[in-house]
């Protein structure tokens, strides 16, 4: 079995899981909670948690909601960013956004629902031995990323920079917080789960950041001639299309190596930065 078959197995378990939180009861709300969540994703943030928590040698079981919940943070993010007040797109991953199929009232609150499940699913997840102070530094972990120091902060930058008035540095300040800061969070949780030693955890956090900036990056050369940001930046703005290439480039370079330098051999972590080069090349 190869990585990505590897890594489709882990994919079922995440969405089964994420199903059965989401089962609750026949009311537009949860509905509005399972179409945000369970209508598409690659699941690449849940994936990135359960890959590093296994190359640290944990068990996937005690991984998995903690690989649900920042899906579910990453789904309240979309959600919210979706509005007219914020990003203002009108669809997602191919279907009406979620304010289009329920409205922005419905939508304001499924989104404000799945940030506090996720919170509700860490809070329920067992802590066996040792693991109480593990699973406390994993919620701080994904907590800042989620808040008023990460993901929060960069929609807030988002939009207020305009174009013209942002120079690159405050640009790759955004991006790793409107949408590194979840991602590198995710690897650092795997591996504060499984009980990396300070120099693992350093390793996995510079992976997290270079692959999280990458992510943003791909993202960018995938949408070039539309931006649904507010302030309208782009990577492709500041570097061109070129340019935003071989960054992205550098980038997985820099997440393999910091891998390398930690002696983490997982082919799963590798097989997930390195196909943000193969689809940014698309």
């Not at 914020?86 to 979620?98: K, Q």
């Not at 994993?138 to 942002?166: K, S």
Request: hydrophobic share 45%; proline share 4%; net charge negative.
């Amino acid at each position: 079995m190869d990585a990505r078959e590897r890594l489709d197995g882990m994919r079922r378990e995440v969405d089964a899981e994420l199903g059965r939180l989401l089962a609750g009861d026949d009311s537009p709300l949860f509905a509005a909670l399972r179409y945000a969540v369970l209508g598409g994703g690659k699941r690449f943030r849940p994936l990135l948690l359960l890959s590093t928590g296994e190359a640290f040698g944990s068990a996937r079981t005690p991984l998995l909601p903690y690989a649900c919940a920042v899906e579910l943070v990453h789904a309240f993010s979309l959600v919210h960013d979706d509005l007219p007040a914020l990003d203002n797109d009108d669809t997602r991953r191919g279907r009406p956004a979620c304010h289009k199929a329920f409205g922005e009232g419905q939508a304001l609150l499924a989104g404000d629902g799945l940030l506090a499940l996720a919170f509700e699913t860490i809070a329920r997840a067992p802590s066996d031995g040792g693991g109480g102070a593990r699973k406390d530094a994993a919620l701080r972990e994904i907590a800042a990323a989620a808040g008023v120091g990460g993901m929060v902060r960069g929609q807030w930058l988002d939009i207020t920079l305009r174009p013209g008035e942002t120079d690159e540095a405050a640009f790759l300040d955004l991006v790793r917080l409107k949408t590194g800061a979840l991602i590198r969070a995710s690897v650092a949780t795997g591996a504060i789960l499984a009980g990396a030693s300070a120099a693992g955890l350093a390793a996995a956090s510079e992976y997290g950041d270079a692959v999280g900036l990458a992510f943003q990056l791909r993202d960018d050369l995938a949408d070039a001639g539309r931006t649904g940001s507010p302030s309208g930046l782009d990577a492709l703005a500041f570097f061109g299309a070129d340019g935003t290439r071989a960054r992205l480039a550098a980038e997985v370079r820099r997440a393999l190596t910091a891998l390398d330098h930690a002696g983490i051999v997982f082919p799963e972590l590798r097989f997930l930065a390195e196909s943000l080069v193969r689809e940014g090349a698309a």
